[in-house]
Each structure stands twice: as structure tokens, then as C-alpha cells.
């Protein structure tokens, strides 16, 4: 594993989307071509059906390792303005789209979510739903949680409405690490919010975990993994820690380079995490993901019913996702688009009754195609080429890239499928790459994308 891990650690998307945002061609992606793209959607897939992501960008201090779009402040009163421009970007698009959406999930991400009053999240949720309430039966709700800030009010007003998961942001409970991410919380903290939660009532609690932190050692990996256990969460999140301050700027240089456990050591962590999760009855679900048998991701992974979009794995497979908030990326299939990545500049835009759109990406036939397949390998770790497709050089020189991954027992080639062997599993974004057209034309630079293993 040793050698593979030297020969494959390279810089790599992390394909939430296909193409990547470094190649996104549309740099002013104008709103009516990215109304038009939805519509494309409703008219081919015949569905009104939508996933809502929402970002609330606040917190209260800065987490060192974060990679996230956020505005670190200790002040509140910036939480009104702010969810009152959320509600009128809502509202443009329903004013914009041809169709009545139907909110098939919702999830509230950050920044801290929690960093919102429970009434203001409860507000902005019945506003969105124009309902007091919601049949959590029909729609998934969730949200993430600092543990540090996340109180009973909080958790029984969104169950009230209807919300049953949550995601509690761990890490790591080595107080040597959590200096270094500059994220300090006991592990008691934690307990008390994930057994109050299990109390009122939420079915799905999910603990994110990251690897490959700051002075993190495999003591502290173990130490994190035997706490987490003693809670018991249905998901379990384990991220690898990307280190991209050429991108993030300042907020990821809170320690110092030689503090980062190098790739050996950083993919032994993980193995070693699996290891004790798999023992106590975690499966594996697509990459960096486990989940206990009873909970819906481990079923739908076992379906092959599996979904990728920008808010991680989910089990609802809608074909199109609406971001609101600043810096939120919505996602048409045919398309994507950013909002601007200021609290200012996207409630400047919305003042001007404009949807605050600054980039985006129009998929042509053959990026559509792509796409597919690389959501079917992240997803299910297999795809299979269409032997109806337009492209059938590309396909045969995607399996000629392949051939390494073929040859070290990664990948095999089964006619048209491609299947990503158990081996294979961590290496599951160098196999993407072989089909990314995007790469062909560019060299892999360390300054777009984080290592991928």
C-alpha cells in the first residue's frame, strides 16, 4: 500500500462536481442563461422536484482548518439582514422558475448554522416552506451543529418543524490538535448535545471527523474513534484534511507545515479509523463515509440509490439543487451556479432585485456525459460507458488512462464497465481523473487541487 500511496498521492479534485469549479467557463453566467438551465432540467427529467442548500456563513471564532466561505464575527445583529436576503433570493426564483418547486430535502450549512437564534432558524425555514411545519416522511431536513453553540431550543424548535438529522463538527477530541485548528470542545460538550438530541428525538446524528490534522497522531486518531463509539452516531464522516492555503489564505496557516502528518502516515490514520469502525458495524459508504446498517445512507448504498451534489452523500437523487446564500452553488445537471462570495456584494445584488449569480458553468453533451459516470464512481464505485453514446474514442482512451489502476489491481474493465476493486477504494479520484477532460488539457497543479489520498 506503501508504494501505491507514493505513486497516486497527487493533487486531485474531490468531485462534488463535474466539470470542477477551477474549470468553470462562465465567468458571468448571466441569471436569464441560468434560469433557462433549470428549465432544461424540468423539461428533461419531467420534474419539479429540488434539493435546498442553504449557507449561513457566521461564526463566532475562526477554525484554522476550515476550507469553508465564512465571516467570523461575534456580533447578531447581522442575523436578520442577512436571513431577510436569503428569503428574497428564495422568493426571485420562485417569481423566476416555470415551475412550482417541491422541496424534496433541505440542509442548513456554514459557517455555523448554530450560530443563528432558534427562532430566526425557525422563522426562516417556515418562511421557505410557507409552513409551520413539515412531514418528515416526505422531506429530509438537516442541519450541522458546533457543538459549543448549539442549544436545546435550537434542537427542539427545528425537530418541531420536522428536521431529524444532524451533524455534529468533531474533528478531533486531542486537546493538541484542537489548539493547532484553533476548534477547543470536550468531549462532555459534545455528549451532552448529541444525548440530547438522541433524546427529543432525531433519528439520523452524524459525527465529522477529520484526518490528517495538525500534530495528529495515531494515539489521537484511536483516542477520537473510541469516543465517538461510545456515542454511537448512525453516520459517521471521516474527512481528509485538505491543506490548500494558496486558496483559503490566512485561516489555514494557524500552524506550521511540519505539523501535518505526511501521506504514509496521514492515509495510516484513516486505515486505522476504518479499522475500529468497520469492527463496530460501520460500512463504508462511497468515499470518506460510514454508516450503521439501520441508517438511510447505508440503505441507499446498498440500493444503488446513492446521491453526490454539493452538500456531501444523500439519499434523495433530485436532479437539481438551489444554493441560497452567499457564496451557495446551485446545480441545474446542465449547469451550475455560485452566488457571490461576500455578505455585501450578494445583499448589493439582491437589493438590485437581481439573483446574485458571479459565476457559473453550462455542461456541454460530452461534459453531461462525464458527469454520470463520475458521480456513478463516487457514489457506487462503478460506472458503465453508454454504447449509444457519441464518444466512443473518448471512452477508449479513458481506458487506456486507466491502465496503472488496471495493472496494480485498483480498477478492472469488464466491456464497458469500469469497477473500482475494494483495493481501489482510496484511490476512487485518481480513477475519476482518467475520465476528466478537463485534466487532459491542463497539468495537475498543486495550487488547484488538494492531494488525493
Given amino acids: 500500500m506503501e508504494q501505491l500511496i507514493k505513486k497516486y498521492n497527487v493533487p ?17 453566467l448571466s441569471e436569464n442563461k441560468w434560469i433557462e438551465s433549470i ?10 422536484d429540488v434539493s435546498v442548500y442553504i449557507h449561513l456563513p457566521f461564526c463566532e471564532s475562526l477554525c ?5 466561505h465564512k465571516r ?9 439582514p442577512y436571513l431577510e436576503a436569503v428569503l428574497k433570493e428564495w422568493s426571485l426564483y420562485l417569481e423566476k422558475l416555470p415551475f412550482q418547486p417541491t422541496i424534496k430535502e433541505l440542509h442548513f450549512g456554514g459557517g455555523t448554522p448554530t450560530f443563528f437564534s432558534a427562532q430566526n432558524l425557525r422563522t426562516l425555514v417556515e418562511e421557505i416552506f410557507q409552513a409551520k411545519s413539515i412531514d418528515p416522511a416526505s422531506v429530509e431536513l438537516s442541519f450541522e451543529a458546533h457543538p459549543n453553540n448549539t442549544s436545546s431550543e435550537q434542537l427542539i424548535e427545528l425537530y418541531n418543524f420536522g428536521f431529524r438529522r444532524l451533524s455534529l463538527g468533531i474533528q478531533d477530541y486531542s486537546p493538541i490538535v484542537q489548539q493547532a485548528i484553533h476548534r477547543i470542545q470536550s468531549f462532555e460538550q459534545v455528549k451532552k448535545v448529541h444525548d440530547e438530541a438522541r433524546k427529543i ?5 452524524s459525527h465529522d471527523l477529520v484526518f490528517g490534522l495538525p500534530k495528529q497522531t495515531l494515539e489521537a486518531i484511536i483516542d477520537t474513534v473510541n469516543k465517538t463509539l461510545e456515542l454511537k452516531p448512525d453516520r459517521i464522516s471521516l474527512y481528509s484534511y485538505a491543506h490548500v492555503p494558496w486558496i483559503k489564505g490566512n485561516g489555514q496557516r494557524g500552524f506550521d507545515e511540519n505539523d501535518l502528518p505526511q501521506s504514509e502516515v496521514k492515509r495510516a490514520l484513516y486505515e486505522k479509523a476504518k479499522q475500529m469502525l468497520e469492527i463496530n458495524g460501520y460500512k463504508e459508504i462511497g468515499m470518506d463515509h460510514f454508516a450503521l446498517d439501520h441508517d438511510d445512507l447505508a440503505k441507499a448504498f446498498q440500493e444503488k440509490k446513492l446521491h453526490r451534489n454539493f452538500m456531501g452523500y444523500t439519499t434523495k437523487a ?4 438551489i444554493g441560497l446564500g452567499m457564496s451557495a452553488i446551485s446545480d441545474s445537471w446542465f449547469g451550475f451556479a455560485q452566488n457571490d462570495k461576500t455578505v455585501e456584494g450578494y445583499i448589493a445584488l439582491l437589493e438590485e432585485n437581481k439573483l446574485p449569480i458571479f459565476r457559473g458553468h453550462l455542461l456541454s453533451d460530452l461534459e453531461v456525459e462525464i458527469r454520470g459516470y463520475i458521480l456513478d464512481l463516487m457514489c457506487h464505485f462503478e460506472t458503465e460507458f453508454s454504447t449509444s453514446s457519441n464518444y466512443q474514442p473518448i471512452h477508449e482512451e479513458i481506458k487506456e488512462k486507466l491502465s496503472d489502476l488496471i495493472n496494480d489491481g485498483l480498477v478492472e474493465v469488464q466491456g464497458a464497465k469500469v469497477i473500482v476493486t475494494e483495493k481501489g477504494i482510496p484511490f476512487v479520484r485518481n480513477c475519476c481523473m482518467a475520465f476528466d477532460q478537463d485534466l487532459k488539457n491542463h497539468p495537475i497543479s498543486e495550487r488547484l487541487f488538494s492531494k488525493t489520498i
Fill in 201 to 205: 428525538g432525531y433519528t439520523s446524528i
Fill in 39 to 48: 428549465n432544461t432540467n424540468y423539461n428533461f427529467f419531467q420534474s419539479s
Fill in 64 to 68: 484554522t482548518f476550515c476550507g469553508c
Fill in 72 to 80: 467570523i464575527t461575534k456580533n447578531h445583529s447581522v442575523e436578520t
Fill in 318 to 321: 433530485t436532479s437539481s439543487m
Fill in 12 to 28: 486531485g479534485p474531490r468531485y462534488t462536481s463535474y466539470p470542477t469549479v477551477p474549470f468553470w467557463k462562465n465567468n458571468q
